[in-house]
């Protein structure tokens, strides 16, 4: 571990000017491929930095990606900037305060993980420079996580193909290597074509769209007696056919997200729910059609990168967070009940310290039973480029993930150094792989056979186009 005290002064030395972009970020939340401003800030700071930079990758108006190095191998690290819909929040208040009715907010904090992985990817940069080693580092700017799948159209557009390894974190209340499960899914939309008719002159001569959305509802419901205790449905109406209850809806538009722990479980689940959209269609007299929107695949571990990376963080040690820290911490844990705490603890697989506001210490490796998570794009990386992933201590623990509390902690000095922290981890561990490339082929060796009997279909069709904005939409190569 020769090179940590070295990449973590680069990092101390960049730090600043990147919490600033991530403070930039945090106050232009914007959602699914609609990050012009904050993709804007990311190639600025690509560029100020002296990496050779693209924009526009795999055809993501948002998506952005610098290179520095030269020669060697293609280490990638990986960030992102969407914000939530519905989670605008003053910063630094323990209580809900939203700047902009039902404006946007950084409720994952995307503000810092994109930061700090392209402060990780600078000092590393720096480091290679002035140790005049071979290798190159990459820094992607990845938008759309939240619900887009931006880093599967990625791979769909083999923008991964020359990595060897691909290195990410997530904020988090606590410190320690990303336990690698996570839900593969794909999110779908269903619309429903009816006939409409005066509801009550002429009931006859209608054929309700909602009425098969509501009896696909039904239908998804009784299926979850029947499939398996890991997989995840959720739905939402987005259009329900209009507000006159006397006008027959004539159209009608659902869209489901579907979940499980791995691909073709989910992929097998998808096709259930298709076959009951399709029985509601039959029962109404209607006509659906479905389309697949986006989609992620579940992440796939790797040894020996698991092992490097928690090695980088027990050396560093966890984030040292102050007296100011830990008091605001309290006020927001204030806002949260005991369960909220407790449920964090569980997730990590830790036992509860109910008068402890903020980590302390490092999540042992592979801590945590699996079963409290969600997905991730970071999972359809996995399955073509050995990848690991970090959670960074940024937030009071307790605090729900997509909350206003979390939105109002993301400019405070606790995530300033929870991200600086994260940036250190990450930098130590691409620095580890360059110079002893050993560790590259051991990490290869693991995915290789990990993946050996499990053939790789990307949850995301060569048919599925992004839900890009439509002025991108218009603009896109044909």
């Known amino acids: 571990m020769s090179n940590g005290e070295q990449i973590w002064s680069h990092v101390d030395t960049l730090s600043e000017d990147f919490c600033g972009l991530a403070d930039r970020v945090w106050e232009t939340p ?3 491929y609609n990050e012009k401003r904050s993709s804007a800030e990311h190639l600025a700071m690509l560029e100020a930095q002296g990496f050779k930079t693209t924009s526009g990758v795999a055809g993501l108006p948002t998506a952005v990606m610098g290179e520095a190095g030269e020669g060697g191998p293609v280490i990638a690290i990986l960030g992102e900037y969407d914000a939530l819909p519905g989670l605008s929040q003053e910063h630094g208040v323990a209580e809900k305060r939203p700047i902009e009715n039902g404006g946007n907010g950084h409720g994952c904090g995307h503000n810092l993980l994109g930061s700090a992985s392209m402060l990780a990817a600078a000092a590393v940069k720096d ?3 002035a140790n005049n080693i071979k290798g190159r580092v990459r820094y992607y700017g990845c938008p759309a996580e939240e619900g887009g799948s931006a880093k599967g159209f ?6 991964f193909d ?9 904020p988090a209340p606590f410190a320690g290597v990303n336990k690698p499960i996570s839900l593969a899914c794909n999110e779908l939309i269903f619309t429903f074509h009816g006939r409409a008719s005066h509801a009550a002159a002429s009931p006859e001569l209608g054929r309700s769209a909602l009425d098969a959305v509501e009896l696909m509802s039904v239908g998804v419901n009784y299926m979850r007696e029947h499939m398996p205790s890991t997989a995840r449905i959720h739905y939402a109406v987005i259009d329900s056919g209009g507000v006159a ?5 004539p159209r009608a538009v659902v869209r489901y997200l579907v979940r499980d722990r791995e691909l073709p479980a989910m992929q097998s689940l998808v ?3 298709e076959k009951i959209a399709e029985g509601a269609a039959l029962m109404t007299e209607t006509r659906v059609e479905s389309k697949i929107v986006s989609g992620d695949a579940n992440l796939i571990g790797n040894t020996p990168l698991e092992a490097l990376m928690h090695q980088c963080l027990e050396r560093l040690g966890p984030p040292e967070f102050d007296e100011a820290d830990r008091a605001f911490a309290r006020e927001i844990q204030s806002t949260l009940s005991q369960e909220d705490i407790e449920a964090a603890y569980k997730r990590f697989g830790l036992k509860p310290r109910l008068d402890v506001p903020l980590c302390d210490s490092i999540t042992p490796l592979d801590a945590g039973d699996g079963t409290h998570v969600g997905s991730t794009d970071v999972g359809t990386v996995s399955w073509v480029v050995p990848t690991v ?3 960074g201590a940024t937030y009071a623990i307790g605090t729900p993930g997509h909350s206003w509390q979390l939105v109002a902690q993301g400019k405070m000095p606790v995530a300033h150094k929870g991200m600086t922290h994260a940036a250190k981890v990450m930098a130590a561990t691409v620095t580890e792989l360059f110079t002893d490339p050993a560790k590259i082929n051991e990490a290869k060796a693991d995915f290789k056979e990990r993946l050996s009997d499990r053939p790789f279909i990307n949850p995301i069709p060569d048919d599925c186009e992004p839900e890009l904005p439509e002025t991108d ?4 190569p044909e």
């Not at 990625?154 to 923008?159: E, K, L």
């Not at 209850?245 to 809806?249: D, I, S």
């Not at 939409?473 to 896109?476: E, G, I, N, Q, W």
């Open 473 to 476: 939409r218009k603009a896109a």
């Open 389 to 391: 992933q970090m959670r």
């Open 271 to 273: 096709r259930r729910v």
């Open 162 to 170: 020359d990595v060897d390894i691909a290195i990410c974190w997530h």
């Open 30 to 32: 914007e959602l699914n």
């Open 245 to 249: 209850p006397n006008v027959v809806q």
């Open 154 to 159: 990625m791979v769909r557009d083999g923008v």
């Open 127 to 129: 480091w290679l420079a």
